[in-house]
């Protein structure tokens, strides 16, 4: 089972991104699946996250900005990034909690994400 994360950059103050995760094995459900980001030399935060069913739920700082969706015949979640701020800086992480052998929960490895001029 794999998470794999991209849509990472550079960008300028204001501007947007739009990351993306696909999990890929032989999956045979998947939960929720979710956002973190770890700014250099802070704990990693929870961003967003989306239910199966399609609930979702944001830290206070990024909501109105980002929104996250999620592609349930693709085993994929996104994560649209608006407005962004020289603080969204950080490395983004996916999340989910995958049915494989048994229920267990997977980080993907990472994109880096730069708000700056």
């Known amino acids: 089972v794999q998470l794999q994360a991209s849509g990472g950059g550079l960008v300028q103050p204001g501007g947007s991104l739009r990351l993306s995760c696909t999990a890929s094995g032989s999956i045979r459900a998947i939960n929720n699946m979710a956002w973190y980001r770890q700014a250099a030399g802070k704990q990693r935060d929870l961003v967003a996250r989306?239910?199966?069913?399609?609930?979702?739920n944001y830290a206070d700082s990024v909501k109105g900005r980002f929104t996250i969706s999620r592609d349930n015949t693709r085993n994929t979640v996104y994560l649209q990034m608006n407005s962004l701020k020289p603080e969204d800086t950080a490395v983004y992480y996916c999340n989910a909690d995958l049915y494989y052998t048994n229920w267990g929960n997977y980080w993907g490895q990472g994109t880096q994400v730069t708000v700056s001029s």
């Open positions: 989306i239910t199966h069913g399609g609930s979702t």
